[in-house]
């Protein structure tokens, strides 16, 4: 999801896997799959990094906060050192 800004200042959430076409008219439009089209502030390019961004973190996978826990007890930790 990335968020937008509406010609009239509004903000919104947008779903980027949706998004089919990103045209400068000059305005920016914006095709969904849907069939809907959207007019925002942004510019194409930054419409275009944002889902670029939005892609990276979600290919990132979650975020990690201190020690990674393993599922099993015998099960290693992943790139953890192995007891020989």
Do not use: W, Y
Not at 23 to 28: K, L
Not at 65 to 77: K, L, Q, S
Request: proline share 6%; glycine share 6%.
């Amino acid at each position: 999801m990335i968020q937008l800004t509406r010609l009239d200042g509004k903000e919104l959430v947008v779903n980027a896997d949706q998004i089919l076409t990103v045209e400068a008219t000059p305005d920016t439009v914006i095709l969904f799959t849907t069939g809907l089209h959207l007019m925002v502030r942004e510019s194409s390019a930054e419409v275009v990094e944002r889902v670029i961004a939005f892609r990276r973190r979600i290919l990132a996978g979650p975020e990690r906060r201190g020690e990674v826990v393993p599922f099993a007890r015998n099960e290693p930790v992943h790139g953890a050192p192995t007891e020989e």
